[in-house]
């Protein structure tokens, strides 16, 4: 699908194109290669737009006439279950964005959001590619406020004991996810600096300060990011922390258990040698004498802990 921006955004097919009149189209990858001739795009970019990449490559190609842009991206809700791809070609009166590989519609719900958004009394080339690169971080911010809001939550969760055997795998990840977000608004950087450095001379100098702006944006994530994953690191030695801490606990009652029930050991190897002559082995009171012996040592042991307060 095509639309001119003229005096109001108007659909028109692939025969009606203008080059005098900018345009903003979405097509498939078996409609580039019907059409990628007429446009004079290589056949290289065709074949790249084929490839499968899961790498945030910031893939960038610059021709005398167009520039190819191929970008995966995610969701920044979804990290890992929504990635999408896709690759842009823009010249002089033309962005043309083709749809790689999505989940759940979400390049044409990009490209439909960024053309509802469109105002055709000051639209420019520059300003509909860095919209449209908008569009793809459109939300981010409020997906890094909730992750945020999320790792203070576990940070409760670790301060308060309440720390589960799954706790790990959590932080792990939430590690991975921003370390992908992370790649991601770098890819972006890189492509917007690339297109603001206008070799092929497409853009209107005047108006390359888009892509500074964008640029800022997206720096602004990835700071955010950077941050998040420092979080996730400190809040990473505070569960170390805190397993050394129960550990330390468990190895101070089992120390505690074996320090009170030593002097027992001691005196049952002490009544086991069965000498002829020891007089508790003939004394009718022997037995309980022992026994009183025994708790004694243990309840004088316990009232001594308690006031050091061991335990």
């Known amino acids: 699908m095509f639309y001119r921006l003229e005096d109001e955004i108007v659909s028109v097919n692939f025969d009606e194109l203008n080059d005098n009149i900018l345009t903003f189209g979405y097509i498939?990858?078996?409609?580039?290669e019907s059409f990628y001739r007429q446009w004079g795009f290589s056949l290289r970019n065709v074949e790249k737009c084929?490839?499968?990449?899961?790498?945030?490559?910031?893939?960038?190609?610059v021709y005398d006439g167009y520039s190819f842009v191929k970008i995966n991206s995610v969701n920044a809700n979804s990290v890992n279950r929504l990635r999408n791809c896709l690759a842009l070609f823009?010249?002089?009166?033309?962005?043309?964005v083709v749809n790689i590989e999505e989940n759940g519609c979400c390049n044409r719900d990009v490209f439909l959001k960024v053309l509802s958004k469109i105002s055709c009394e000051n639209i420019t080339l520059e300003k509909l590619v860095c919209s449209f690169f908008e569009g793809l971080i459109s939300g981010d911010?409020?997906?890094?406020?909730?992750?945020?809001?999320?790792i203070n939550?576990?940070?409760?969760?670790?301060?308060?004991?309440?720390?589960?055997?799954?706790?790990?795998?959590?932080?792990?990840?939430?590690k991975k996810e921003l370390l992908t977000l992370r790649g991601y608004y770098e890819q972006?950087?890189?492509?917007?600096?690339?297109?603001?450095?206008?070799e092929n001379e497409i853009f209107d100098k005047d108006s390359l300060k888009t892509f500074h702006i964008f640029t800022d944006?997206?720096?602004?994530?990835?700071?955010n990011v950077d941050l998040l994953r420092d979080s996730v690191v400190h809040l990473w030695d505070a569960y170390q922390a805190y397993l050394d801490m129960r550990?330390?606990?468990?190895?101070?009652?089992?120390?505690?258990?074996?320090?009170?029930?030593?002097?027992?050991?001691?005196?049952?190897?002490?009544?086991?040698?069965?000498?002829?002559?020891?007089?508790?082995?003939?004394?009718?009171?022997?037995?309980?004498?022992?026994?009183i012996l025994s708790v004694a040592v243990v309840v004088g042991l316990c009232l001594w802990f308690k006031k050091k307060k061991w335990f």
């Open 28 to 32: 498939s990858v078996s409609e580039l």
């Open 247 to 291: 550990l330390n606990q468990t190895m101070k009652v089992f120390t505690l258990v074996t320090t009170i029930f030593f002097p027992m050991t001691v005196i049952v190897g002490w009544y086991g040698m069965n000498f002829v002559y020891m007089p508790e082995l003939h004394w009718k009171y022997g037995y309980l004498y022992v026994i």
């Open 50 to 61: 084929k490839e499968k990449s899961s790498f945030f490559s910031g893939d960038i190609e």
């Open 217 to 223: 944006k997206a720096v602004r994530l990835k700071e």
């Open 141 to 150: 911010n409020k997906a890094l406020e909730e992750a945020e809001l999320q």
């Open 90 to 96: 823009v010249k002089k009166n033309l962005v043309l």
């Open 153 to 174: 939550s576990l940070e409760e969760t670790v301060l308060k004991n309440k720390a589960d055997k799954n706790f790990n795998m959590r932080l792990l990840n939430m």
């Open 188 to 198: 972006l950087i890189d492509i917007s600096e690339a297109l603001r450095e206008n």
